[in-house]
């Protein structure tokens, strides 16, 4: 993508960070985030050299987003409060920022005539499912508040489409991991949490026993995916996963072969509203959108893992 006008919701966070990171070379970019969950040191080098343009506020503030929507060519709505458990403890929040947030997103898209706009949806839409890899045309069944915030979000992507001939892609996330992601939170995920762990000697938490799958995502992969996404001509849900499934504890094995430490691990009770299973089947982004995952687990974990022992002797 080159010499477009882009806006990043949620810019300050991990995946709008690597995102923006990316874009601002060729393109204008600004970020709407209102630090809820981001970082503004993710982008703070970007502010500086004026490659970016952020804009602290909600997206919720219809009348902020016109502003910072004029004339753009595409949004990439990335904002939102990203944590299953933390939707099951405050619901209303989550709720306001993937809906009220995407709708507001959708409505200044609308009126200011942005060519389109790609929306960041999740895995979490398909809930348990007795058949695997996961498929689009599968029928979802969110099992947390996050999760149907997101699958409401999709269905507000497709009504827009429908009614006003807004342009929308909704991007499935499938257990994205890689450099800038928060490693400390107490919802943090469990890549990151994995390398901390590792790094500093301590066990890996596991909730459960261990066997649960995901399909784990390197963040470039999902920022190439957006730029496919927004300069097709497609609508629709896509997966977006490296389309292998792997357990949380061979996830562990990995992570303390790279990072060279002994591998201690602390079992806890599973958290309510998580899956067991995670798979996607990604032949529809292939097919539509020329996606294809470019980076192997060990590959994306060796440079996330290089990315935070560099931060780490910062
Ligand atoms: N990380 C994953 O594995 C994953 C998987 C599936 C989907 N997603 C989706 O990808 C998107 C980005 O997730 P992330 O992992 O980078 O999380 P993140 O928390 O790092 O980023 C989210 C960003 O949105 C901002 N934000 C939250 N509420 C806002 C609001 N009301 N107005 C403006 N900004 C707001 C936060 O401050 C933060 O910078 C989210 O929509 C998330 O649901 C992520």
Redesign the pocket.
Known sequence: MKNKKVVV????????ANISETLCCSNEVTI????????IS?VLEFIESKKVKFVK????DLSLLKEAFNGADFVL??????SVPRSVLDPIKTN???IT?TLCVLVAARDCGVKKVVY?????VYGEMSTLPKREDMEPKPMSP?ALT?LAGEHYCRIFTELYGLKTVAL??????GPR??PVSEYA?VVPKFIDCALKGEAMPIYGDGYQTRDF?YVKDVVRANILAAESEVTGVYNIAGGKKVSIFELARIVSEITGSEMRVQFLEPRTGDVRESWADISKAKRDLGFEPKYSLRAGLEETIKWFKCRERE
Do not use: C, M, W
């Open positions: 919701t949620g810019g300050a966070g991990f995946i709008g709407v985030d209102d630090l809820s969950t981001g970082r993710n506020g909600s997206v919720t709505h990335q904002a939102a409060i990203p306001e920022a993937g947030g960041a949806s999740s895995s979490s996050y997101k499935r996330y499938f257990n994205v991991y992601q928060d995920a995502t």
